[in-house]
């Protein structure tokens, strides 16, 4: 192997081992010629009855995971020969795939295949047992994608305030922070299904389509938006997707970002109060006129007078730079949608 190919070889499996090593995830790579030619301690463990210092190819790994009983499928015990054919054909057509598999032990792992170019291939598996069961297909920040940078990428949409969620061209979810989970539990317009991110209306969900490959596959900045109607809601979704850089370059990424224009969040004093140099007193009363209280109401609600109120909401739009309740209440609205999440668990 030329000295520049052999050092990308070997660059691209230990940025693998990296993020292997940042999540947990068991990994083994194969060669071209499908044999193994790295398994890192997670992988081992799990497969403690193969010997991986032998190189053993695929159909190696397969035949001792059926000795051992390692399948819950009774087709793979049954008809083991085309198990193991189909198996091999979905590794050569497949690029990338992710999917939960299931242990006989009940433990549940999501199982990530990407085609290296230059390398061969690899297989990833991540314990997701804790997580499956509390959320379904999705499972938040650690769902290992397979990218080096993966854990980053989670680690961001889980912190963003409005519903996000990262998925391939045709829309199979990689991640989704709580924002997301909570709205596609909703089930009105947007839902998942089979692990993919659809839209309800099929006219729409083609639209939507079009955008992720659109995004997924795109080399610069564009903006691609729609309109997902809803039916049990006035306001419809907007719907902003954009490209997710993948540092291999293959694996085509989209992120989609949802907001209901019609939900205004509350927002904590505290942030207030630090923003705009405000005392405990003032940021409550900002608060409240941000979510459209009148002074009698907050003047009643913390047992004061609405002169001390008046006084206070002085102070506010004077710390602010502002000379209207209505100006006050955009800055609120503007602000709230970047501290708290749009949709609560």
Not at 168 to 192: P, Q
Request: glycine share 6%; proline share 5%; charged share 20%.
């Amino acid at each position: 192997m030329p000295k520049r190919t052999l050092m990308q070889f070997e660059s691209s499996i230990w940025r693998l081992a990296d993020a292997a090593q940042a999540t947990g995830a068991g990994l083994v790579v194969f060669d071209q010629e499908d044999r193994i030619i790295y398994s890192n301690e997670a992988n081992n463990i799990l497969y403690e009855f193969v010997d991986f210092a032998q190189q053993p190819t695929y159909e190696d790994v397969f035949r001792a995971c059926l000795a051992h009983k390692r399948f819950v499928e009774a087709e793979a015990y049954q008809d083991p020969e085309r198990w193991l054919a189909g198996a091999l054909q979905f590794r050569r057509y497949h690029q990338f795939a992710q999917f939960m598999k299931i242990y006989p032990d009940q433990r549940s792992y999501i199982v990530t295949h990407e085609v290296i170019p230059g390398v061969g291939s690899y297989f990833s598996r991540i314990e997701v047992t804790e997580k499956a069961s509390k959320r379904g297909a999705l499972f938040g920040p650690i769902a290992w994608t397979g990218l080096a940078e993966s854990r980053a990428v989670s680690t961001a949409i889980d912190t963003l305030p409005i519903a996000s969620a990262v998925t391939t061209a045709t829309g199979v979810i990689l991640d989704a922070n709580d924002a997301m989970a909570a709205l596609l539990d909703a089930r009105d317009g947007l839902l998942e299904v089979g692990g993919r991110l659809s839209v309800a209306r099929p006219a729409e969900h083609d639209a939507f389509l079009r955008l992720l490959a659109e995004a997924a596959n795109a080399t610069g900045h564009r903006e691609l938006v729609m309109r997902v109607t809803r039916e049990r809601a006035d306001t419809a979704y907007l719907v902003n997707v954009s490209h997710q850089p993948s540092p291999f370059g293959r694996t085509a990424l989209a992120n989609i970002v949802v907001l209901d224009p019609g939900i205004t969040p509350p927002i904590s004093p505290t942030i207030l109060a630090t923003l705009f140099g405000l005392t405990a007193a003032e940021a409550r009363v900002a608060a409240e006129i941000g979510r459209g209280a009148r002074i009698d109401e907050i003047a009643e609600r913390y047992g004061t007078s609405p002169q001390t109120v008046r006084t206070q909401l002085k102070v506010v739009f004077q710390k602010t730079g502002l000379v209207r309740q209505g100006e006050l209440v955009r800055l609120i609205a503007q602000i709230s949608a970047f501290f708290r999440p749009v949709f609560e668990k």
